[in-house]
């Protein structure tokens, strides 16, 4: 995930359109993985995920994550407001077994209902290779378009970002383009892969790895 969503009077938001399934508007569903549960942001994941994003190998691709407790708290309240108004989401990752999250992730709309979402996620270094983040992917992937309405899911990364890169194509992303000098990041701008899945394409997939399964 290499952008932090800004609070409102950062960055200011269209009203959303109505959705037709508003459920998860009222509360996230508690998504539940082989190996991790995905659950809403809390303002008391603050000194957890302060700790995790402001790592530097986590933050060096991250543009603005929050840097203290307060900050963080105040992100999960404009999370909150944007979930109830349709047009976001965001979990954090717990594995199995666990008090406290090791990650987050988060989706925002892009269009109205969500028809093109954008998707992020950071996890912990200490966890990197575990398989919790396929597992977590696979759960907001199928949130997205199973719940949310998605019917094309985005998600950018920077070209160094070589650990994200193959992340997004291990989980079925499709690199469409580079997006040149898109994101400034220590004093520098970066250029960018476009990773896309397109809801026709998961579902194509998830078929081939239950047959595998089975």
């Known amino acids: 995930m290499e952008k932090m969503p800004k609070p409102p ?16 508007r009222q509360a996230l569903p508690l998504l539940t993985g082989r190996l991790v549960s995905l659950r809403e942001v809390r303002p008391t994941d603050a000194p957890h995920l302060v700790t995790l994003l402001t790592a530097p190998e986590v933050s060096r691709f991250l543009s603005t994550p929050p840097t203290t407790i307060a900050e963080f708290q105040r992100f999960v309240d404009w999370a909150i407001k944007e979930r109830e108004a349709g047009a976001y989401a965001c979990y954090v990752v717990v594995p199995h077994e666990a008090q406290h999250p090791v990650g987050l992730l988060h989706l925002r709309q892009l269009e109205p209902r969500f028809a093109t979402a954008e998707w992020g996620f950071a996890l912990g270094s200490d966890y990197w290779g575990s398989g919790f983040f396929m597992d977590s992917a696979r759960l907001m992937i199928d949130f997205a378009f199973g719940i949310a309405g998605t019917h094309r899911l985005e998600a950018r990364a920077a070209l160094q970002n070589g650990r994200c890169n193959n992340a997004l194509q291990k989980i079925g992303a499709i690199k469409e383009a580079v997006l040149r000098r898109a994101f400034f990041r220590a004093g520098e701008y970066l250029d960018q892969a476009l990773w896309t899945i397109v809801e026709d394409d998961w579902f194509r997939a998830k078929t081939a790895w239950s047959i595998r399964v089975h």
């Open 9 to 24: 009077e950062l960055e200011e938001a269209d009203a959303p359109a109505p959705a037709e399934v508003d459920d998860w």
